[in-house]
């Protein structure tokens, strides 16, 4: 049976079918839904850890148990995850091991648009990239495979189209293979040097072989048009180029994308006038062709930056441009904001209000850098708010102190915050945290987080007590306030700032978007009351707008949450 499926079904799929016993990831577009769904087969085990490192460590000790174990993570969680990886690639595997990272060019949902190829040619671990949705499953099923006969993790690059986009996907039954047995084996598996030196000698070997099967893998496929023009490509891009191009080009198109072939590529080449190379992001292909003394066309004529497409490979190779049709009217832009009756308006309010300095991390918060609220000044990864507001703080002394906090979210907290938290109380800096609880992971779809008292699957779970861990850190300064109440936020963070001693704000009031939230009646202005000052739009809501000189609240966004009515000095803002 055949079903149209996105990427990241096709991928869950793939786990399934592959005999995968246990699932660990932490949730980042455009990687989230592979978990999610891998979660709806019951014979999977499925969970959200809380970072990406710890994720790997689960994954990898379900492979040294004998199970086949998969992670899943975004491109900067690889970054995280980098530690376990790179010694996973010396311990090798016993079950079979796959790790999804999904690259964003074009950076529609992050911070930055590295290429995750370089973690595998670092880490010296097979790569594979599908390049649609019944690849993804059928890769991810030969990854296992290759996997267990290479001792290898096995890393499966996605990347935002592939990952959201739909095609066919033939449907299989689940093959569970044997468990495999596990041996204490400390020469393979305890990372001292005295092990470890041995391993290396064992890596390189083992690319040398993975090099050989790179030559003849069935996932690098030559598509042969005869002509003069061959291109070299993989993943998505292989999808442009070949609805670009058609049959006037031949392809190389790779789905081993480290190691590289050599012999493979050379042949290739020999066959055409002239060879393009077509990637996304950096030349990682490009320059491997170069160093075999290969003449290929590639970054001078793509450039580095962003997202390919049809219409960019039809231009840059036949000279054609994409028709297109202009629009004439003035059509506002609409850049993304924080939803009508985020429990994040209030807070970012009052530090706007008040000139506060602000430590930003990674989460939906982080819309609050926009204007009109613009109440952030750093944004850098994930739990790296806390950690600069102590390097601010240490940099600038008590003046900063007094005025610049940080901000992050409680998924971001139980993620990598608490680290810079213990760093705070341990070395000492009069410095004030923010802890936005909104009671799930809302960036990436409300995912349960270890705050929240449920597991992947809604079961009950253990649950932080965030005041209570900031405690047990060393800081003994922490209140809890309501972001809906401005006054009781501005006062508490005028508070703080003022102490002498570190300090934590939990703001806390659930996401807006939350099912089990109940929300007001929508609010209305009166119009003989509105004096058009517009105080209202300075807290950025969506559902609030100015027809004929008047506020105007639009009755299908608004959820009663009452900041407005706060706000407004002239009482316009009712019920």
Known sequence: MKKLMLGNAAFARGLYEAGVTVVSSYPGTPSTEITECAAEYDEIYAEWAPNEKVAMEVALG????????????????????????????????????????????????????????????????LMVEPSDSAECKDFVKTSFELSEEYDVPVIVRMCTRVAHSQSAVELCDRVVPPQKEYIKNPQKYVMMPAFARPRHVFVEERTKKLIEYAEKSPLNKVIDNGGDIGIITSGISYQYAREA????????????????????IKDFCAKYKKVYVIEELDDIIET??????????GKELFGYIGEFSQALIAEKLLGVKAESSAFDGNVPVRPPVMCAG????????????????????????????????????????????ISALHGFNKARGEEAEKSTVAVIGDSTFMHSG?????????????????????????????????????????????AVNLEELCKAIGIKRVRVVDPYNLAETEAAIKEELAAPEASVIISR????????????????VVNDKCKGCKMCLKLGCPAISVRDGKAVIDRTQCVGCGICTEVCKFGAIEE
């Not at 091991?97 to 190829?117: F, K, L």
């Not at 009031?509 to 209305?524: E, F």
């Open 509 to 524: 009031r659930p996401c807006a978007l939350l099912k089990y939230v109940k929300h007001k009646p929508a609010l209305k």
């Open 418 to 462: 608490m680290t810079g938290l213990v760093n705070i109380a341990y070395n000492s800096t009069n410095s004030t945290v923010i802890i936005l609880d909104n009671s799930i992971t809302g960036m990436t779809g409300h995912q349960q987080n270890p705050t929240t008292g449920k597991n992947l699957k809604g079961d009950p779970a253990a």
């Open 245 to 264: 191009m058609g049959d006037k080009a031949s392809y190389l198109k790779l789905g081993v994308v480290n190691p590289l072939p050599v012999e493979l």
């Open 288 to 297: 491997h062709c170069k160093k075999l003394g290969l003449e290929v066309i």
């Open 62 to 125: 379900a492979s040294i148990a004998g199970s086949r174990s998969f992670c899943g993570m975004k491109h900067v969680g690889l970054n995280v995850a980098a530690d376990p990886l790179y010694t996973a690639s010396y311990t090798g595997v016993n079950g079979g091991m796959v790790i999804a990272v999904a690259d964003d060019p074009g950076m529609h949902s992050s911070q930055n648009e590295q290429d995750s190829r370089h973690h595998a040619i670092a880490s010296k671990v």
């Open 342 to 385: 985020c429990p994040h308006r209030g807070l970012f309010y009052c530090l706007s209000k008040n000139k506060i300095t602000v430590s930003g991390d990674i989460g939906c918060y982080t819309l609050g850098a926009s204007a009109p609220l613009a109440a952030m000044d750093t944004t850098i990864c994930m739990g790296a708010s």
